[in-house]
């Protein structure tokens, strides 16, 4: 992340963190130490441990008393009820929407957003091309008039993007990208219960792109290490083997 000497509040370094996350520069399960992040960010131990406070209280660390602060890796049937709180606040925002029509200045908004998405997408930055899609959903949120959702919709689109880190296999951002497209253009053309449900439908395609099914066989990781080997793997097994044998001869 380098040296931050701009930031001079615990909610800077809230917000960077929470950012990191959403551009899966943070994994799951991240150990955060606090003197780590006082030296990175030029400040005391005491703003990083009210940073990491503020974080706690919203989801996205946990503390252990010997252990110090992680990234939380949330389980499937947390990211099941992130998802269903992303449903929530987003689709009630967008069914508010047919009483008053979308400002044309938010549709220009959420227009540049996506064409930072594509050049995102276009280029090789992994990490802009994750936090941009997911900040798209913030973004509408701000352009609907509702600033203080936004804030909660940020924390839930960050435990829902380290659900993906831990579960999705690839994700498919063209197709994500694309159907933010078609969500604004309904929104522009005043077509509110189209955009809703193409929100639904979105929602419901990164869910499911998510791999939650979960063994529950304990022995999973060793049966797997021990499984019979390849051909490969055999003929190193028979040298090893044939190499025994020479040096056991009298």
């Known amino acids: 992340m380098g040296t931050h000497p701009s930031i001079k509040s615990s909610s800077q370094i809230a917000v960077r963190i929470t950012e990191a996350i959403l551009a899966k520069q943070l994994a799951p399960g991240t150990r955060l130490g606090e003197q780590q992040l006082a030296d990175l960010f030029g400040v ?51 069914r508010q929407m047919h009483t008053r029509a979308i ?23 992994i990490g802009a091309r994750s936090y941009l899609l997911g900040d798209f959903h913030v973004c509408l949120c701000e352009c609907l008039g509702n600033s203080l959702l936004s804030e909660t919709l940020r924390d839930l689109t960050a435990r829902t993007t380290l659900t993906a880190m831990l579960h999705q296999s690839s994700e498919q951002a063209e197709d994500s990208c694309e159907e933010h497209v078609h969500i604004v253009a309904a929104l522009e053309r005043g077509d509110v219960e189209a955009a809703e449900q193409l929100m639904h439908a979105h929602l419901q395609h990164v869910e499911s792109g998510l791999n939650q099914v979960r063994s529950s066989d304990p022995l999973e990781p060793l049966r797997q290490a021990l499984a019979p ?11 090893q083997s044939h190499r025994s044998t020479q040096t056991k001869r009298p």
């Open 103 to 125: 400002p044309v200045e938010a549709v220009r908004q959420l227009r540049e957003h996506i064409e930072r998405e594509q050049a995102a997408i276009a280029g090789a930055d």
């Open 44 to 94: 005391s131990r005491t703003l990083v441990r009210e940073a990491l406070t503020r974080l706690m209280a919203r989801g996205i660390v946990v503390v252990s008393a010997r252990r110090g602060w992680f990234v939380i890796e949330p389980t499937p049937e947390q990211a099941r009820e992130a998802f269903e709180a992303r449903r929530v606040i987003e689709l009630g925002l967008l």
């Open 229 to 239: 080997v390849s051909r490969a793997g055999a003929a190193v097994t028979d040298i």
